[in-house]
T-cell receptor
Framework: EDKVVQSPLSLVVHEGDTVTLNCSYE??????LLWYKQEKKAPTFLFML????IEKKSGRLSSILDKKELFSILNITATQTGDSAIYLC??????????????FGQGTILTVHP | DTEVTQTPKHLVMGMTNKKSLKCEQH?????MYWYKQKAKKPPELMFV???????INESVPSRFSPECPNSSLLNLHLHALQPEDSALYLC???????????????FGSGTRLTVV
């Protein structure tokens, strides 16, 4: 059975801190690892990682994938209160030739205090 | 247009009602998905449509009935639901090409369903 595990499950920090969120996966026919941020509604896309060792960056957020060790990390530097959210990691597999199936981790609840 | 639009945003229905959730995208994506998300839990896959054909049904009870009338629309028909079916229902789409799949997903904003 496909499995994605995130850690920690929750994290409380103060503004300006740097956080690292972890995601490990065991997925058959793995294709890519996706990170999402979810506040009150739908998950919003952050990163999609397909290749090992290539860091993706967007502002204060960055992420990297290790396909040998089957994990990914999401880093957030200089955290702000607006970063408070649930961060979801999902692994996609090739369920078919024209679609994929996402298996989500439990999520990490990040709370950033002023 | 780079969005997935879901309607309604909120729905309250009784256990004997019949209602439908709607999802629409105009990005030319050929794979569309329904996910169910309970509070403080990750989304769980319900159905996958690929090229308007049902490709995955994750053992979802028959009181949930999906329909894909065309490549831009995805419906979820609801009948005789139970209170435990109350959740956020998310639609997503992804670009699909035979033999090559673009793995980027776009989620809609969801329908928050309450069954009373």
């Amino acid at each position: 059975e496909d499995k994605v595990v995130q850690s920690p499950l929750s994290l409380v920090v103060h503004e300006g801190d740097t956080v690292t969120l972890n995601c490990s996966y065991e997925v058959t026919n793995f294709r890519s690892l996706l990170w999402y941020k979810q506040e009150k509604k739908a998950p919003t896309f952050l990163f999609m990682l397909t290749s090992s060792g290539i860091e993706k960056k967007s502002g204060r957020l960055s992420s990297i994938l290790d396909k040998k060790e089957l994990f990914s990390i999401l880093n957030i530097t200089a955290t702000q209160t607006g970063d408070s959210a649930i961060y979801l990691c999902a692994a996609s597999n090739a369920g078919g030739t024209s679609y994929g199936k996402l298996t989500f981790g439990q999520g990490t609840i990040l709370t950033v205090h002023p | 247009d780079t969005e997935v639009t879901q309607t309604p945003k909120h729905l309250v229905m009784g256990m004997t009602n019949k209602k439908s959730l709607k999802c629409e995208q105009h990005m030319g994506h050929r794979a569309m998905y329904w996910y169910k998300q309970k509070a403080k839990k990750p989304p769980e896959l319900m159905f996958v449509y690929s090229y308007e054909k049902l490709s995955i049904n994750e053992s979802v009870p028959s009181r949930f009935s999906p329909e894909c009338p065309n490549s831009s629309l995805l419906n979820l028909h609801l009948h005789a639901l139970q209170p435990e079916d109350s959740a956020l229902y998310l639609c997503a789409s992804s670009q699909g090409h035979l033999g090559r799949w673009n793995y980027g997903y776009t989620f809609g904003s969801g329908t928050r369903l309450t069954v009373v």
